[in-house]
């Protein structure tokens, strides 16, 4: 039976952070009472918060939670992050105070593996590093809990933040104990490599803006990229033309029609980072290809389902006959395949690049820049108020 409590605070970013600890709090007193320690029951709070999400600085995050929000001396806080975090151009994973039982975990750190599982498991160690502090007890219990756990079958922290398992014998996470005399910081997780430590974090990132959440605000686009290419489909010049075609040429102009539809959308809602004081070059560079490729994704998802539209479109109106008649050459179901493809492609390039998108918003606050000027104008209300009611 639990002889005492120990509370533990959840801070995070508004947002994806905030959305993952939604969905995994409930289990995590259970799991660190297996994990950590059994005799101790493990409380837990949730608190949103904008600057854990509006700087990229550890030290300023920490010492503004040790400063504003910590309460009691045995309160352990754990801060999740969905911005990146460097410490002399190392990608840092985490970072834990334990002499005053505050962590930092950097989201995007994690990479683009499972997230929601490597979030418990990260916040477990964790919060079992500030438990025990620098003894080896602490450590090796939870190696033996991790091995117990597996013989058993339950796999919750099989990707905690020292592993070698998957992306990790790639890009493996150092334990480091900070030298020079660092102040307000015990122990480091970073990735010592810049190339995959970089494309760990890029990934992460793009994970952190949810494409998949963006498709709605294309619905009106694909509304009428569709009946634009829809009256298209019906004239025999698109069947000659398909006929004509390469597979190489095919592909070329897919890659041509989802270039401009990304680019279209940058330019048109200004995505694009430009030079400023909050961000630095690295930062800036990173925030402009995390939305490159978020949108990539996003309109690779449009361009699929207007393939599919088109081609039950296209087996649905046009008899295979006609197109024999017209192309002057036996063609068999697979044709349709390559129709729809190429109509396709000028859709997205006629009727897509002229429309304007169905809710802005999303496709801004799926962007890093804009998630940060919001924290920003967040955080200076919430200092506003602060003041006048002192």
Not at 161 to 167: E, I, T
Request: a negative charge.
């Amino acid at each position: 039976m639990s002889s005492s409590v120990n509370k533990v605070k959840l801070i995070t970013a508004p947002g994806f952070a905030d959305d993952v600890v939604n969905e995994i709090k409930g289990e995590l007193p259970s799991l660190l009472e297996y994990y950590v320690d059994d005799q101790v029951k493990w409380d837990f709070e949730h608190v949103t918060d904008p600057l854990t999400g509006s700087t990229g600085d550890a030290r300023e995050i920490l010492e503004s939670i040790l400063k504003n929000v910590k309460e009691d001396e045995k309160d352990f806080l754990v801060c999740l992050t969905d911005l990146p975090l460097f410490h002399k151009s190392k990608v840092v994973v985490a970072e834990a105070y334990e002499q005053e039982n505050i962590a930092l975990l950097s989201m995007p750190g994690l990479g683009s593996t499972p997230m929601v599982k490597r979030i418990k498991a990260s916040i477990i160690q964790l919060v079992n590093e500030m438990y025990y502090g620098t003894s080896e007890d602490g450590a090796t219990r939870l190696r033996d809990k991790i091995k117990e756990a597996g013989k058993e079958g339950l796999k919750v922290v099989d990707g905690y933040l020292v592993g070698n398992k998957g992306f990790e014998k790639f890009s493996p996470v150092r334990r480091e104990t900070p030298q020079n005399g660092e102040k307000n910081i015990d122990v480091r997780f970073t990735i010592p490599s810049k190339f995959w430590g970089g494309l760990r974090i890029l990934t992460g990132m793009v994970r952190a803006n949810r494409p998949w959440r963006m498709f709605p605000s294309f619905v009106k686009v694909l509304v009428v990229a569709f009946a634009t290419g829809a009256y298209a489909l019906v004239f025999p010049s698109l069947w000659h033309l398909t006929n004509q075609y390469e597979l190489w040429r095919m592909i070329l102009l897919s890659f041509i029609s989802i270039s401009a539809m990304v680019s279209w959308i940058i330019v048109a809602h200004k995505l694009w980072e430009s030079p400023r004081m909050e961000t630095n070059n690295l930062k800036r560079m990173l925030y402009n290809i995390a939305t490159v490729c978020t949108l990539i994704i996003s309109v690779a998802l449009f361009y699929l389902n207007l393939y599919l539209f088109f081609l039950i479109a296209v087996f649905l109106f046009i008899p295979i006959g006609l197109i024999e008649a017209q192309i002057g050459t036996e063609v068999s179901y697979q044709y349709y395949f390559l129709i729809a493809w190429v109509i396709t492609s000028f859709a997205t390039i006629i009727g897509a690049l002229g429309t304007a998108l169905e809710s802005e918003e999303t496709i801004l606050s799926a962007t890093y820049g804009y998630r940060q000027k919001q924290r920003y104008e967040q955080l200076k209300k919430k200092e506003e108020e602060e003041e006048a009611e002192h």
